[in-house]
């Protein structure tokens, strides 16, 4: 204003919503404000007070900017104060009224005024030795505090580690809080947290391995490649990242090659790779995308903050999600994750069958798992009866290539007294739902059929050789003589006295 009016006059003047540019603000003093004459434009129409306005403003404030430090820190930049008159120092940030006219898109004049309403305030909550609106203040933008959802995340996983592993309510609500609005969510380049694969999409099928050392296994495998090479039967199936022990779930890869690296095979070992096309559209957790969440909203929006800290919160739990886990501690670094999986594939409102994680092996394409509920395998149609032979053909010959082949006979048709001929088992026929080798156990699955093995592309890959991505971190040694304190000389001294 023109006029030097006093901190309590100031604080009544009047703005209206056609002099704020901030789309949320403008709104909130339009459906809120009081109809009167606006003091800077002069026009009737719906008002905030200055002080008001400077409410809206402080809390802003605090949750989004951070004020600088108006002198030097001599310590951090190792000088003396001698020194320090030779140095150029400049206060990082922009001016508080800068600062406030951008924020709101404000003219400087009202900005002026709403910082000048806001000096004169004591704002103890905001933790600064300095009035944070004075007028040589500067701010800087500052990043969402997640520390409360990270500490909540942590006595989570201590929770599930020295508490409870089932029935633990506290588990179960921060799982909620985390992933129960997921959709909502959407990264930087406008990738869904939620994607879809499967017929029709940029991802059609998934890759999975399995190592073997000895070749009767190998032969097994290769004649019935969709069980052995598929997910385990539960009474086999051991614990890993997503699930626990007995709990059987489809674990591959977007690509071969990582396929391979997730199972460390030792050199000299062969590797079974199969690609299992995706034979209906399955919704898949992006782990990836939870590290780039895109948040807009308006600082004046206080719901605005939670969910800014939300996605940093959630930018973090996706590197703890896909960071590398030794061996020895798998028992218990695994359960935040397997806990995770559990909650998304059964207690999530947000229905879907897997999540799509970074690989910790390869850097080449991602991880996927496909809950128990998603990861039945189509099994190969052969009839009852069915005799398998494989056979290895080992060439050295310049040109040749080593290969597998696999023969299958099946018994020949036979004629029923009607003149009917038997057909060939239906495989979704409840009574053939488990596997036809009597080595496997039977169940009966009511799973909906997700994946299919291509055997067509079914290969055998021989480890010759392994690659190691390291950083070298140097060892550092030195070696210096003990320094004795006055009383270890003493009695050093005096054990040289003989009585």
């Given at each position: 204003?023109?006029?030097?009016?006093?901190?309590?006059?100031?604080?009544?003047?009047?703005?209206?919503?056609?002099?704020?540019?901030?789309?949320?603000?403008?709104?909130e003093?339009?459906?809120?404000?009081?109809?009167?004459?606006?003091?800077?434009?002069?026009?009737?129409?719906?008002?905030?007070?200055?002080?008001q306005?400077?409410?809206?403003?402080?809390?802003?404030?605090?949750?989004?900017?951070?004020?600088?430090?108006?002198?030097?820190?001599?310590?951090?930049?190792?000088?003396?104060?001698?020194?320090?008159?030779?140095?150029?120092?400049?206060?990082?940030?922009?001016?508080?009224?800068?600062?406030?006219?951008?924020?709101?898109?404000?003219?400087?004049?009202?900005?002026?005024?709403?910082?000048?309403?806001?000096?004169?305030?004591?704002?103890?909550?905001?933790?600064?030795?300095?009035?944070?609106?004075?007028?040589?203040?500067q701010?800087?933008?500052?990043?969402?505090?997640?520390?409360?959802?990270?500490?909540?995340?942590?006595?989570?996983?201590?929770?599930?580690?020295?508490e409870?592993?089932?029935?633990?309510?506290?588990?179960?609500?921060?799982?909620?809080?985390?992933?129960?609005?997921?959709?909502?969510f959407?990264?930087?380049?406008?990738?869904?947290?939620?994607?879809?694969?499967?017929?029709?999409?940029?991802?059609v099928?998934?890759?999975?391995?399995?190592?073997?050392?000895?070749?009767?296994?190998l032969?097994?495998?290769?004649?019935?490649?969709?069980?052995?090479?598929?997910?385990?039967?539960?009474?086999?199936?051991?614990?890993?990242?997503?699930?626990?022990?007995?709990?059987?779930?489809?674990?591959?890869?977007?690509?071969?090659?990582?396929?391979?690296?997730?199972?460390?095979?030792?050199?000299?070992?062969?590797?079974?790779?199969?690609?299992?096309?995706?034979?209906?559209?399955?919704?898949?957790?992006?782990?990836?995308?939870?590290?780039?969440?895109a948040?807009?909203?308006?600082?004046?929006d206080?719901?605005?903050?939670?969910?800014?800290?939300k996605?940093?919160?959630?930018?973090?739990?996706?590197?703890?999600?896909?960071?590398?886990?030794?061996?020895?501690?798998?028992?218990?670094?695994?359960?935040?994750?397997?806990?995770?999986?559990e909650?998304?594939?059964?207690?999530?409102?947000?229905?879907?069958?897997?999540?799509?994680?970074?690989?910790?092996?390869?850097?080449?394409?991602?991880?996927?798992?496909?809950?128990?509920?998603s990861?039945?395998?189509?099994?190969?149609?052969?009839?009852?009866?069915?005799?398998?032979?494989?056979?290895?053909?080992?060439?050295?010959?310049?040109?040749?290539?080593?290969?597998?082949?696999?023969?299958?006979?099946?018994?020949?048709?036979?004629?029923?007294?009607?003149?009917?001929?038997?057909?060939?088992?239906?495989?979704?026929?409840?009574?053939?739902?488990?596997?036809?080798?009597?080595?496997?156990?039977?169940?009966?699955?009511?799973?909906?059929?997700?994946?299919?093995?291509?055997?067509?592309?079914?290969?055998?890959r021989?480890?010759?050789?392994?690659?190691?991505?390291?950083?070298?971190?140097?060892?550092?040694?030195?070696?210096?003589?003990?320094r004795?304190?006055?009383?270890?000389?003493?009695?050093?001294?005096?054990?040289?006295?003989r009585?």
């Open positions: 204003m023109t006029i030097e009016l006093t901190v309590d006059e100031l604080e009544k003047v009047r703005l209206c919503s056609n002099c704020v540019g901030e789309a949320f603000l403008s709104t003093i339009e459906r809120q404000g009081k109809e009167t004459t606006c003091s800077y434009c002069v026009e009737l129409g719906a008002t905030y007070s200055i002080g306005v400077a409410d809206a403003v402080a809390i802003a404030f605090r949750d989004h900017y951070d004020l600088t430090e108006s002198e030097p820190d001599l310590i951090e930049y190792h000088m003396t104060a001698d020194e320090e008159i030779d140095y150029v120092w400049q206060r990082e940030g922009d001016p508080v009224t800068e600062v406030i006219a951008e924020a709101a898109e404000v003219s400087e004049e009202v900005a002026e005024d709403v910082r000048k309403a806001l000096e004169e305030r004591e704002l103890e909550w905001f933790g600064y030795h300095e009035n944070p609106f004075d007028s040589e203040a701010f800087v933008d500052k990043a969402a505090d997640d520390a409360e959802y990270r500490a909540s995340w942590l006595r989570f996983e201590e929770s599930l580690t020295t409870g592993r089932f029935f633990n309510s506290f588990a179960e609500e921060i799982l909620q809080d985390t992933f129960g609005d997921l959709e909502q959407r990264s930087d380049n406008s990738v869904p947290i939620i994607i879809t694969a499967g017929p029709q999409t940029d991802m099928a998934f890759y999975r391995a399995r190592v073997f050392q000895a070749y009767a296994k032969e097994n495998a290769l004649k019935r490649p969709d069980l052995e090479v598929g997910p385990p039967p539960s009474r086999i199936a051991s614990h890993g990242r997503m699930n626990p022990h007995g709990v059987s779930v489809f674990y591959g890869a977007t690509d071969p090659n990582v396929a391979m690296a997730e199972v460390r095979p030792p050199v000299g070992s062969r590797v079974v790779v199969g690609r299992f096309e995706i034979l209906r559209p399955v919704r898949l957790l992006n782990i990836k995308s939870l590290s780039s969440i948040v807009r909203g308006s600082i004046f206080r719901s605005f903050i939670e969910r800014l800290r996605a940093s919160f959630l930018s973090w739990l996706s590197d703890r999600i896909a960071q590398p886990v030794m061996p020895e501690d798998e028992p218990f670094e695994y359960l935040p994750t397997q806990a995770i999986a909650f998304l594939a059964a207690r999530s409102a947000v229905e879907l069958d897997g999540i799509i994680y970074p690989s910790v092996q390869s850097k080449e394409g991602a991880n996927v798992v496909l809950f128990h509920k990861s039945r395998i189509q099994e190969l149609n052969l009839p009852e009866g069915t005799d398998i032979s494989v056979y290895s053909h080992d060439y050295t010959e310049e040109g040749e290539k080593s290969f597998y082949s696999v023969s299958e006979e099946v018994p020949s048709v036979t004629e029923h007294s009607d003149g009917l001929s038997d057909s060939e088992p239906d495989i979704n026929d409840p009574i053939l739902l488990g596997p036809i080798h009597s080595d496997h156990e039977v169940s009966f699955d009511h799973r909906e059929i997700t994946l299919q093995l291509d055997v067509k592309t079914l290969e055998v021989y480890v010759k050789g392994v690659e190691f991505d390291t950083d070298k971190h140097e060892v550092l040694r030195h070696r210096s003589e003990k004795l304190d006055l009383s270890t000389r003493e009695q050093n001294d005096l054990s040289t006295f009585f």
